[in-house]
């Protein structure tokens, strides 16, 4: 017997007799739009990240012209910028990303309670990039917050499938000498979130 | 390099007396401990539904054990389809020789991996190294430990037990850091160019996995730091391994579990980086490997299947007065603390016949607990087993039976309590010696003159 064939017969074996799934259901927050707003940004700020409102995608734009000055490598994915941050070509091999200064990503949506980000591959142009770039911006529709991970996830369901996809909430941190915490463990140092007002396409 | 656990010499009381010995450092060990329970606590409390939240997955995750069966084969087909070749381990040394049989088709000898603590209780990376295998630990805290040549003393802070002037040394000797320089954002800094050179040259990477689904075949790694990722995402093959039971049957299930794991584990509303693999990407080659080790065993038992519910957030660790004044390598198994005392036992009953023991029974692991692991009934449990399988010493039973038999006695319970205040007034030194075991660590407070019954039946006769 295989030791496949072995385990699963042990456990139909051993298992315990049905027990049903839970209803999930919550009262944190539905919370107003406005009120989903600061909470995103409050905790986001609170974990490392740095929020920065926009009501025009120009004023993005300006923001990273000033912020990231030539001659930083920086890779832009969104087509809304590519008038002053022309859109990136990316090579076949993630290594080549190692150079980059600064990743310029939309994300999909973003969670109010956790300051996190969902991104998939459709606007990460290569997996590696939001991890090995040295510093990360990532652009989200204010009204795009949902409130918790039980609303994230019932918006990811009813979004296109992905074969990669992931939250991120901040930027990289360790705490493992002494509790003491340090950003940009491995990932991006920096982590600018570009909160837009206005209608969504993300 | 001996990275994980060494063979069992002393028992878990021995290896903490000598932690003991220095007593500004155990001091230190529990305040840093206790920082990340009262960071945990915060966390909590603001969600309204935290205790909904608990039991919610305690019955999400009692519902996989007893469909494990399904959910294992259905998760198996899902990732079949999404292009991952899933493996079947029954044990630690098939884990490891079908890790090891992946990376030697390759002909690669440079690997990375993130944190996984079914690898540490597979031993993996001496199996490996013992095969030539370079695997570097990519994240920080295990990197610290791998280069001290140490398991790690816990299973979310790997280094918790280490002062930065130490790791600064370390540093200095490994990586060539200046000496004398201990500041942690230096240091950090330090590992991240060390790292990310292992990272760019590594073209096999292994990680845990902090959850699979089994309704779409997808598995989710959890990391602050971003290696699990930077190594993934940079390597050509990809190797995620995982104890049979990190299934949860639904993605939406998801939305409870990563509500509750980071908060749980350090007071942080999630981690950094939440992945979800659930493809590899063009050309990349992906493999998971599910393991039994004592699992499907364990299922078999009413009073301890339920451990297999853990999550690996450690919060039962942070709270444990014992664990917090012991230190993780008192435990000698590949995850300490309360929850380790549970499962180590399943696992070798002899070898960790002393560490149910471990406890004072206090309840508080079972409190923190995110699903709601029974975790110091099972410690009780534990220690009825071990007594009636005969593996608690002569000194314990003896003692036990002594207890017993003076407390069955209302004469004699009185005469001895009278007894030992005489003793512990007049002549200390009788009891509060290196004979008594009760009195390491600890001083006694002063004996009253009289017991409560005494004193009652005295101020009863004034009334």
């Not at chain 1, 918006?155 to 915490?181: C, H, N, V």
């Not at chain 2, 010499?9 to 060990?29: I, M, Y």
């Not at chain 2, 899933?86 to 630690?92: E, I, K, L, M, R």
Request: net charge positive; proline share 5%; glycine share 6%.
């Amino acid at each position: 017997m295989s030791s496949r064939e072995q385990i699963l017969a042990t456990i139909k074996k051993n298992q315990p007799p049905l027990v049903s799934l839970p209803e999930i259901s919550q009262n944190t927050m539905s919370g107003l739009p406005d009120e989903r707003v600061s909470k995103f940004a409050a905790v986001l700020e609170a974990i490392g990240g740095q929020v920065v409102p926009v009501d025009s995608w120009g004023a993005i734009a300006t923001y990273v012209s000033k912020q990231f000055p030539l001659p930083a490598r920086t890779i832009n994915l969104v087509e809304e910028l590519a008038n002053d941050h022309p859109l990136a070509v990316l090579e076949k091999d993630p290594h080549q990303l190692e150079s980059v200064t600064l990743a310029l990503l939309k994300g999909h949506f973003a969670v109010a309670e956790n300051g996190a980000v969902w991104i998939t591959e459709t606007h990460l142009g290569d997996r590696a990039l939001p991890f090995i770039c040295e510093h990360l911006a990532l652009i989200v529709h204010a009204n795009t917050i949902v409130p918790t991970m039980h609303d994230a996830y019932e918006r990811i369901a009813a979004g296109r499938p992905y074969d990669f996809g992931t939250f991120i909430a901040g930027p990289s941190k360790t705490a493992d000498i002494e509790q003491s915490l340090v950003l940009g463990a491995h990932g991006a140092k920096t982590l600018t979130l570009f909160l837009l007002s206005g209608a969504s396409d993300a | 390099m001996k990275a994980t656990a060494e063979p069992k010499t002393k028992d878990h009381a021995a290896l903490a007396g000598t932690f003991n010995k220095d007593e500004a450092r155990v001091d230190w060990h529990d305040k840093t401990l206790w920082f990340v329970r009262q960071k945990r606590d915060k966390a909590a409390w603001q969600l309204p539904d935290w205790e909904h939240l608990r039991e919610t997955a305690s019955q999400i995750k009692h519902n996989v054990l007893s469909n494990l069966h399904h959910y294992l084969e259905a998760f198996e087909k899902q990732a079949q389809q999404n292009g991952v070749t899933v493996h079947w381990a029954a044990d630690a040394e098939e884990h490891n020789r079908i890790v090891h049989s992946i990376i030697h088709k390759t002909g690669i000898t440079r690997v990375v991996k993130s944190k996984s603590m079914l690898t540490e209780e597979c031993h993996l990376n001496d199996y490996l190294a013992a095969q030539g295998i370079d695997v570097v630990d990519t994240d920080l805290g295990e990197r610290i430990v791998q280069l001290a040549g140490e398991p790690p003393s816990h299973i979310v802070l790997p280094c918790i037990h280490w002062k930065k002037e130490e790791i600064g040394q370390l540093f200095h000797k490994h990586l060539g850091t200046p000496e004398g320089n201990s500041d942690p954002q230096f240091l950090a800094a330090a590992a991240r160019v060390h790292l990310r050179e292992r990272f760019m040259t590594s073209p096999i990477a292994i990680t845990g996995v902090n959850f699979a689904i089994a309704e779409t075949g997808e598995i989710v790694v959890c990391t602050n730091e971003g290696n699990a990722d930077l190594g993934v995402q940079l390597a050509d093959v990809h190797i995620a391994c995982m104890g049979i039971e990190k299934i949860i049957p639904q993605r939406k299930h998801l939305g409870v579990f990563l509500r509750l794991l980071a908060r749980s584990a350090t007071g942080q509303p999630i981690t950094t980086y939440s992945s979800h693999f659930r493809k590899p990407r063009p050309g990349q080659h992906m493999h998971i490997v599910l393991v039994d080790n004592g699992r499907s065993e364990r299922l078999g038992s009413a009073d301890f299947r339920s451990a297999l519910k853990c999550i690996r957030c450690g919060a039962c660790m942070n709270t444990c007065p014992v664990y917090r004044r012991s230190g993780g390598h008192s435990y000698h198994y590949a995850i300490a603390g309360p929850i380790g005392s549970i499962l180590a036992p399943g696992l070798d009953m002899k070898k960790n016949a002393d560490l149910p023991f471990a406890s004072t029974l206090c309840g508080s692991c079972s409190n923190v607990c995110p699903v709601k692991i029974d975790i110091h009934d099972q410690l009780y449990k534990w220690r009825q087993v071990l007594a009636k399988n005969g593996y608690v010493s002569e000194t314990k039973k003896t003692g036990m039976k002594g207890m017993a038999f003076v407390l069955s006695s209302p004469g004699l319970y009185r005469f001895s309590g009278a007894v030992g205040r005489w003793f512990t007034r007049y002549l200390p030194f009788a009891v509060n010696n290196s004979l008594n075991p009760w009195y390491k660590q600890r001083e006694m407070p002063q004996a009253p003159k009289e017991s409560f019954g005494e004193w009652y039946r005295k101020n009863k006769k004034k009334s």
